[in-house]
């Protein structure tokens, strides 16, 4: 299995995470912690760097458009066309700008720290993230509503 780096640069009014793997459930509670320090130390604008990400997934797109009300715009750097498909499908392309060309943050790019989150924090990140989908967008509801019920009871046998 590939595990997904998480890189970062932060500067005054940006923040730029570069995704290197796929940008799945694995990631989604580091992404969501990284996302919200580099937006904390003042970073208004998220640019994310998917140039290297080959797909995406519900959850961590859920995490992704709960970012959106928190900054003034999140800007997707070289999305290939399977991660720009699944934002359009899911009726959330419109919520971020779509970019194309070089990194302006390449030379700056460190390894973020990762958490190895624990199956109840990627579990309730999920059903965060399914949630928000549906919120953003009713004709997600008939996508994720089992999803999202079966993550609940998955959280409550956790206990």
Do not use: W
């Amino acid at each position: 299995m590939m595990n997904t780096q998480l890189q970062v640069a932060v500067t005054e009014s940006v923040a730029c995470i570069r995704v290197e793997g796929p940008a799945n459930f694995a990631v989604s509670v580091d992404f969501k912690s990284v996302a919200t320090q580099c937006c904390d130390a003042g970073g208004r604008v998220l640019l994310l760097d998917l140039a290297a990400c080959p797909n995406m997934d519900s959850t961590f797109l859920g995490i992704l458009v709960g970012l959106t009300g928190k900054l003034d715009r999140i800007e997707l750097l070289n999305p290939c066309e399977r991660v720009t498909d699944l934002l359009e499908n899911l009726g959330v392309l419109d919520l971020m700008s779509v970019g194309q060309g070089v990194n302006p943050f390449d030379d700056r790019l460190e390894t973020a720290d990762t958490t190895q989150a624990d199956k109840r924090a990627l579990t309730e990140a999920s059903l965060e993230a399914h949630k928000l989908l549906m919120e953003v967008n009713p004709d997600n509801v008939p996508k994720f509503k089992d999803v999202a019920q079966f993550l609940a009871e998955d959280l409550e046998r956790q206990g």
